[in-house]
C-alpha cells in the first residue's frame, strides 16, 4: 500500500498516513512557466495498491485537474489497483436535470475519474447519495455523523433536537437524531434561485430545545442563517451547526458571526480558511482516523461498512 497526496489539503493527508504509520509517497507537484500541472511519481508503484488524497476544494477546476493527471500516471506507471480519495466531490450538487439544457456534472465526474484511471473511489458524505449510481467501479461513501456526534455528545445539551436545513436533508439528519437519541425538526424552505434561499417555516417543536442545524455542506451560509433566523422565532435555546464540508464562499463567514449561531462544527474534509480559522465560531473535527481506517480496510479487503454499525 502507497499513499499520495494532492495540494488541495495536505495535512488531512498527512494525518491519515500518520494514523496508517507510514510515509506519504514520494512524487513532485509542481506548473509549468504558462501555468499547466507538471506531475511525476518519483518511486516505483508497479503492482502496489495507491491511494491518492485529493479534495475538490478552493480552486475546485485545478485540483481536480491535478487528480486527473496523477491517477493517469499511476495507471501509466502499473499500479496494481488505484483509489481516488477525494474528502470533498466536488460538482456533486448537479446531480439531475433539474430544468432543460444543463449538465449533469456529477455524472461527468464519474466519467472522468474512471477514464483517468480511479479503479475505486473513497469519499464522505456526498451530497446525494445516488451518486455512487454513476460509477461502474466501487464507491465507498463515508459517514462524518460518528465523529460530530462523539463530539456532541461531550457538550451535554439537554432537551436536543436536530434539524435538517432543508427537505432534501431529511435523511440525513434522522440517521443523525437516531445516533444521538434527539429529536427531528425540519426547516421548510424555497429556492427562487441558485444560492437564494427562502425559509418558510419550521416543522416540528423547537421551542426551549438546544438545537443542531445539521448538512452536508456550508456554502454561502445562506440556508443556515436564514435557518437560524427561523429558529429563533419559533424559541429555540441554543443554536449549534454541523457540517461535514466547510466550503465557505463569499460573505459565508461573516454571515455566520453575525449570525446567532454558537458554534459551528466541520470537518477538515476542506482545510478551513484563514479567516473561519481565525474566527471563534468554527471548530473543526478531524475525519482523518475514520479515512484511515477505510483505507486500511480497503487494502486488507476486510468490511468498510461495518466501521458505522
Known amino acids: 500500500m502507497k499513499v499520495f497526496s494532492g495540494s488541495s489539503n495536505p495535512q488531512l493527508a498527512q494525518r491519515i498516513a500518520s494514523y496508517l504509520k507510514i510515509e506519504l509517497g514520494r512524487c513532485v507537484l509542481d506548473r509549468f512557466a504558462d501555468g499547466e500541472i507538471h506531475f511525476y511519481i518519483d518511486e516505483n508503484v508497479r503492482g502496489e495498491d495507491v491511494f491518492v488524497i485529493q479534495s475538490g476544494c478552493a480552486d475546485a477546476n485545478f485540483h481536480l485537474m491535478e487528480l486527473f493527471l496523477m491517477l493517469d500516471a499511476f495507471k501509466r506507471a502499473s499500479a496494481g489497483r488505484i483509489t481516488a480519495v477525494i474528502p470533498y466531490f466536488a460538482y456533486a450538487r448537479q446531480d439531475w436535470k433539474d430544468r432543460p439544457r444543463v449538465p449533469i456534472s456529477a455524472r461527468l465526474m464519474a466519467d472522468l ?93 423547537v421551542r426551549d430545545q438546544d438545537v443542531v442545524i445539521f448538512d452536508d455542506m456550508v456554502d454561502t451560509a445562506g440556508t443556515l442563517t436564514l435557518g437560524v433566523e427561523a429558529l429563533r422565532r419559533e424559541g429555540a435555546k441554543r443554536i449549534f451547526a454541523a457540517c461535514t464540508h466547510p466550503v465557505l464562499s463569499g460573505e459565508a463567514v461573516e454571515r455566520i458571526e453575525k449570525s446567532g449561531l454558537e458554534k459551528v462544527f466541520v470537518t477538515d474534509t476542506i482545510p478551513l480558511k484563514d479567516q473561519a480559522s481565525r474566527s471563534q465560531r468554527f471548530q473543526v473535527l478531524s475525519v482523518a482516523e475514520l479515512f484511515g481506517e477505510a483505507i486500511k480496510r480497503i487494502n486488507e479487503g476486510s468490511s468498510v461498512s461495518s466501521l458505522f454499525t
Not at 119 to 148: E, K, W, Y
Not at 157 to 185: C, E, H, Q, Y
Open 113 to 205: 475519474l474512471e477514464t483517468a484511471g480511479a479503479n475505486r473511489v473513497l469519499t464522505m458524505d456526498l451530497h446525494s447519495p445516488q451518486i455512487q449510481g454513476f460509477f461502474s467501479i466501487p464507491v465507498d461513501n463515508l459517514m462524518a455523523a460518528p465523529v460530530i456526534a462523539n463530539h456532541i455528545r461531550t457538550l451535554n445539551l439537554a432537551n436536543l433536537t436536530i434539524v435538517s436545513p432543508d427537505a432534501g436533508g431529511v435523511g440525513r439528519a434522522r440517521v443523525f437524531a437516531k445516533r444521538l437519541d434527539a429529536m427531528l425538526a425540519i426547516i421548510d424552505k424555497r429556492r427562487p434561485a441558485p444560492n437564494v434561499a427562502q425559509v418558510l417555516h419550521v416543522i416540528g417543536e
